[in-house]
């Protein structure tokens, strides 16, 4: 979904039900986090707001290390140098070199010592954890819900996605895809 086509709209009917502290500014973030996508139905993307370190794969932190990445992978099927003219991983703008390291259906941006998840394809033995909880291609949309502690009270939600915003303050947000009601992809977007 190009984040041009969004709006903030603010909708008491979907509440998270979690009793961590903290709690009401949460809902406030969560609240101010509310896209909806304008067309004949008006669909409310559901999104949330948490932490980047309580965000892992197979053990290794969203932003890890390079040494951690390869123990836990090994080599990558291919490397790529991709050459990004803005963001936070354009070479120009950053001062440094930045890698992708392709694992199949996975990507990872890698520079210095560090290793950043970048895109996971859910195809099989992937397991994602946020907040604790595996997020696996066998997770559907309610599922999901679940285990980030949102509960809706209303129909008209896109049933495709979630978005994730960090807490910490990167220009940049996470989205786990669904596709035939089952996690098919988290990935990651950086605007220039």
Do not use: W
Request: with cysteine.
């Amino acid at each position: 979904m190009d984040r041009t086509e969004m709006e903030e709209v603010q909708n008491p009917e979907i509440e998270t039900n979690n009793a961590n502290e903290g709690e009401e500014e949460r809902l406030q973030q969560l609240e101010k986090n509310r896209d909806f996508t304008e067309g004949e139905n008006e669909l409310v993307t559901i999104s949330t707001t948490l932490s980047v370190e309580e965000i892992s794969f197979g053990g290794l932190k969203f932003k890890g290390t390079k040494s951690a990445l390869i123990e836990l992978m090994g080599k990558p099927d291919s490397i790529v140098e991709p050459k990004y003219e803005c963001g936070p991983f354009s070479e120009d703008s950053q001062g440094m070199k930045f890698y992708q390291y392709y694992y199949g259906g996975m990507n990872f941006i890698v520079y210095q010592a560090l290793a950043e998840i970048q895109n996971i394809n859910f195809s099989g033995y992937e397991v994602l954890k946020i907040s604790g909880k595996e997020f696996t291609q066998d997770t559907d949309f309610d599922t999901a819900l679940e285990k980030l502690g949102i509960v809706l009270n209303e129909d008209n939600y896109s049933k495709d996605q979630i978005l994730i915003y960090p807490e910490e303050p990167l220009d940049e947000h996470y989205i786990l895809k669904f596709e035939n009601g089952k996690l098919h992809q988290f990935d990651r977007f950086e605007p220039c």
